[in-house]
């Protein structure tokens, strides 16, 4: 794999990361007591009016937009430094995007895998996740596509900006490349706030962070983590029962 890494040393710290993890949970609670009013008057301008699909992609834009916003003040505001501290560094396009292409398919079969094994072994029911259910609830083409933009952009674009950008990148400062791996994709699978998940999602997160190491470009695991995502999305289509 193609060695291109990023600067090892950024500015940040672990902190800074943390402030960001607290502002973006509270505006999220913010936003849950005071936003729904105004939620109902944007999603009612698309097709479907009020729904879940249609809050379910308002949030997921602003959450997305908090995420960029955020970590764009540490690097061009507090920091000023450049954007490849956050590991978007020049590499070729057909390297990354094959890379990724292919780490994101084996990642979706370990995680099903390993996910499947603790259903068999769990003494309790587990239940689909809530936006599982709102992808179930999908009875629309626009109600289909919702949840591609979702998991496939918006999600894999926030969370491994931040996750492999810039809270790993600090805690790899602090206690080195194994336990940074280790203590970030914990991080990552416990804000899932699914117990019985938190572990294949942990793994998960592990192995982005491998991509990312190893390739030192972002784009990698964006690309990874939005292939999981993808074709995750297509099997709770196509086979709800397997979720």
Do not use: C
């Not at 920091?79 to 994101?104: A, C, E, P, Q």
């Amino acid at each position: 794999m193609q060695k291109n890494l990023p600067p090892t040393n950024p500015p940040w710290g672990i902190m800074d990361a943390v402030i960001i993890l607290l502002l973006i949970n509270l505006f999220a609670f913010i936003f849950r007591l005071f936003g729904p009013h105004w939620l109902i008057s944007v999603v009612e301008i698309f097709p479907g009016g009020k729904s879940q699909i249609n809050e379910l992609l308002i949030s997921s834009f602003i959450q997305t937009f908090m995420f960029l916003f955020f970590i764009a003040y540490y690097i061009f505001l507090k920091y000023r430094v450049d954007i490849k501290y956050l590991g978007l560094v020049r590499t070729r396009f057909s390297h990354w995007l094959k890379v990724g292409l292919i780490n994101g398919v084996i990642l979706f079969f370990a995680v099903l895998l390993m996910g499947v094994v603790i259903n068999w072994f769990s003494p309790v029911e587990v239940k689909p996740q809530p936006i599982a259910e709102i992808i179930m609830s999908a009875k629309t083409r626009w109600e289909m596509i919702i949840p591609f933009i979702v998991a496939s952009i918006f999600a894999p674009i926030s969370e491994e900006l931040y996750f492999r950008g810039f809270l790993y990148p600090a805690l790899r400062r602090k206690i080195g490349v194994g336990w940074g791996i280790l203590v970030t994709s914990l991080i990552f699978g416990g804000l899932h706030f699914d117990l019985i998940r938190m572990i294949p999602l942990a793994f998960g997160g592990i192995w982005l962070n491998w991509l990312y190491e190893k390739s030192g470009s972002i784009y990698t695991s964006i690309i990874a983590h939005s292939v999981w995502n993808g074709i995750m999305t297509i099997l709770i289509f196509l086979i709800p029962q397997a979720i």
